[in-house]
């Protein structure tokens, strides 16, 4: 298997940024252009899941409904959902498998920049080259400085592991339809809870930004680098194709007008 993973992934993937490098001399800035080039690869396998959740937030008021009608039953509420997207066309299931096979190829690249940022000596980066022109001389060290970084150490600062969690908690909150709604419903019931799915929503909207930060406060800055760089790209691709979403609240109580 590992040879398998080297030869479709992570070798190809190590020669882009080995290529990047030689073009710009920074380490840092072909993280960047590595980790934009792949999320752009990737954009077929993600539309999928993004337009299923923009179907599901233009149908909040319908499930706000069926929530308040069947608060008590939570098996009738369930299947009334299910019908409700089967009646627009909405598979939740939809681009399951175009997001594993997504979730594999970026941790290609977490451990490629991983491998990128820690190696000990040249020799250890060649011997994942093909070409010779992208090969490093014996005498040559790997520039790991950007900005205030040293990219094969954790940031000293922590700026960029705070940076990757509150942007993360941003995405998060950005591709949560149900959220604003689903506080709305869970205010009327009697426990002050809603069903299963918005408690978990609930939950993972704060899991992945405490993980973000972390990792960003353990791993080497270069990964940590590309981990920012994946959610703000993630970000604006959530915008552009089913807009603000259930980051709305939080943006008008910062005085934001967004529509």
């Known amino acids: 298997m590992s040879v398998i993973w080297n030869t479709l992934l992570v070798n190809p993937i190590f020669n882009i ?14 993280v960047i252009l590595l980790t934009i080039l792949v999320r752009t690869l990737l954009i077929p396998a993600v539309l999928p899941s ?3 959740m923009k179907k599901q937030r233009d149908l909040q008021p319908e499930l706000d409904k069926i929530r308040q009608k069947y608060k008590h039953d939570k098996k009738k509420q369930a299947e009334m959902q299910m019908e409700l997207f089967k009646k627009h ?3 939740p299931a939809s681009g399951c498998l175009t997001q594993v096979v997504m979730i594999i190829v970026l941790i290609a690249l977490y451990g490629v920049i991983r491998n990128f940022t820690s190696a000990t000596s040249v020799d250890v980066l060649n011997e994942h080259l093909y ?5 490093f001389s014996a005498e040559e060290t790997i520039q790991t400085s950007f900005l205030w970084l040293n990219l094969s ?24 339809p149900y ?10 019931t009697t426990d002050k809870k809603d069903d299963f799915a918005y408690n978990m929503q609930e939950q993972m909207l704060y899991t992945m930004p405490i993980m973000n930060f972390v990792i960003g406060i353990t791993l080497p800055a270069g990964v940590v680098l590309y981990i920012l760089t994946t ?17 709305k609240p939080w943006l008008r109580k910062l005085g934001l007008k967004v529509k």
């Open 179 to 188: 959220v604003e709604a689903g506080e709305k419903a869970a205010k009327k």
């Open 231 to 247: 959610t703000i790209f993630s970000l604006v691709q959530t915008y552009f194709v089913s807009g603000w979403g259930g980051l």
């Open 153 to 176: 150490r954790p940031d000293p600062y922590f700026i960029l592991a705070v940076m990757s969690g509150l942007l993360q908690l941003a995405q998060s909150k950005m591709t949560m």
């Open 17 to 30: 940024l080995a290529g990047l490098y030689q073009i710009s001399g920074s380490l840092g800035i072909s």
């Open 131 to 135: 070409f010779d022109f992208l090969k």
């Open 50 to 52: 993004l337009k299923t």
């Open 89 to 91: 066309g909405i598979n």
